[in-house]
């Protein structure tokens, strides 16, 4: 008989079934309650944020452009202040050029005088002395300092206005820059939507830059530039105004002090042209008597020349014949001939050489003479050209600049000649 297999495993209750099944409905329809709440909480909560992000959204939309028109007028008054700032810049440096003209205008006198002045110290000598010359061109020298250092007060105070304006002026600039780029980047971030395509999150975007600064210390730093451009801008006024004043005090007070200068040039050349005549006469007959001098040395030194073959034929004589042989070798007449030959001729070139050092002696000392004379000469020329010079130099003071053509030769002091032999010699030994 056939038996009916059963399927192994645990066997539920009917009852069992029932409540599981009532079970899985009450727990669906729980959790469906639960789903609604939140899903009503999650509406809530959407249209809680959507209203909240889009008045955040409009609210700093409003702040950005409050802030940009702030931006921009400000913008607008340093614009201003920087065009101010320009013209005055402007008109100070045509002033400090005014004035560097005029201190220019003092620099030809000056440099005029100290040049006579600068000339005279090559004087040499006996010829170096304090004379009326020198007490005029000291005085000019004092007058022209005396404006110069006004002028150049002046200039000195316009050029430290001028950097304290660029300094001012860089500052708007500086904060101009700022404000133009903040207005793009503000004007940027205005622009810029939900649906724009460079947009992205950031990290730690709400950080508190380095350098921030509150919305007064903003507002006081524009206004600090702007007080302080329009300060300098003051004090650039009132000292254009005492430039102006300087220069015109300053332009008449040399005329007569070149006079005086002049006149005492004039009379102190005469004196040194009355010298010069007498010490060139000296001159000539020291020169002349050199010459004759030199002559007589040449022929003591063509002489001695001579001697001094003859000797060096007796030495080579007397060398040649010790080399006969054996008995040849013999003191003959010839042997002592060629003795007495050379010991004469060494006494002969001894005594032409004495008297040769006595003559050079001798012409050393017309030479040393002569060079005290023509010293005197050159310190008395040397002054008398310096002086020429000086006045030719004078001449810039009243002719003007493009029509003055120098005189005198200024880098080649002594006439333009050559040098004879006995000069040569002379400043050889000098």
Known sequence: MA???????????????????QLLSSNAERQRDASHIIRQEARILRNDTNNQTIWDERDNQTRLSEHIESVDRWKEILDKSLSDMDAEIDNLTQTKEVAERALQGKNLPLDVTIECLTLRESR?????????????LHKEVEVIDT????????????????????????QLNCDHRSKME?????RTCLSLSVNSPNISLKVNPTRIPNGCCTIQQ????????????????????????????????????LEAQRVATEFAFRKWMRELEKALNELRWQEKNTLEEI??????????????????????LAHTRLETRTCRPSMELCRDQVQYGLTDEVHQLEATIAALKQKLAQTQATL???????SRIQSDIACKSNSLMLDTKCMDIRRKLTVPAEKYVPEVDTFNRTTNRTLSPLKSRQLELA
């Not at 010829?127 to 020198?134: A, I, R």
């Not at 050393?364 to 002569?370: E, I, N, P, R, V």
């Open 182 to 186: 903040a207005l793009e980047i503000d």
């Open 3 to 21: 038996t009916l297999s059963e399927k192994p495993g645990e066997r539920f209750r009917l009852p069992d079934w029932h409540i599981n099944r």
């Open 218 to 253: 903003w507002d006081e730093y524009s206004h600090y530039n702007k007080d302080r451009a329009e300060a300098e801008a003051k004090s650039s006024t009132d000292l254009r105004e005492a430039i102006a004043l300087t220069i015109t005090e300053t332009n008449n007070e």
């Open 124 to 136: 040499r000598d006996i010829d170096v002395v304090k004379d009326s010359v020198e007490e005029e």
């Open 291 to 312: 010459a004759d001098l030199e002559e007589d040395i040449r022929q003591l030194e063509e002489d001695l020349h001579i001697k001094m073959r003859n000797l060096k």
């Open 364 to 370: 050393d000392a017309l030479y040393k003479h002569l």
């Open 147 to 170: 404006a110069k250092q006004a002028l150049q007060q002046r200039v000195r105070e316009a050029f430290e206005q001028l950097c304290l304006l660029q300094e001012a002026r860089q």
